[in-house]
């Protein structure tokens, strides 16, 4: 029922943003009709099982970023958003990644390049005088 309930208040977030880009109205009905579309859709009946078909397939057991690219392909607008979404995230991803090398590195008392480099011209100045 909470999930049933999220879909709705989703819908409705986006067709609120759709009335304000194209200037177009929608009736509490009809973001009701496409909320339950949406959940009868993404149900067990709806893309799980497109899901699972992909995988098996493939011969994985896992689905990818590329599995729902695939699905979505139909809809231009939709495969762009998820492929924006897919690249922020793995971006994001590298980040957090990069963050956990420096962090570890510092922790073990290394130093990283800009530390190594500011070391050696310290001991540049140091060793002049």
């Keep these: 029922q909470r999930l049933k309930a999220a879909v709705h208040y989703t ?18 009905q009809s973001i009701a009709a496409i909320s339950e579309i949406t959940f009868r859709q993404c149900g067990t009946a709806g893309l799980p099982r497109c899901f699972l078909m992909l995988c098996r397939h493939a011969k994985r057991t896992t689905v990818t970023t590329e599995d729902v690219k695939l699905l979505a392909r139909r809809s231009n607008s939709l495969l762009k958003y998820i492929t924006q979404k897919s690249e922020e995230l793995a971006s994001s991803n590298m980040e957090q990644k990069e963050k956990k ?20 011209t310290e001991n540049e100045d140091s060793n002049m005088a």
């Design 11 to 28: 819908v409705g977030c986006l067709c609120q943003e759709v009335e304000e880009d194209k200037d177009v109205q929608f009736s509490k």
């Design 101 to 120: 090398k420096k962090k570890s590195s510092t922790a073990k008392g290394e130093r990283t390049p800009g530390e190594q480099e500011a070391a050696v």
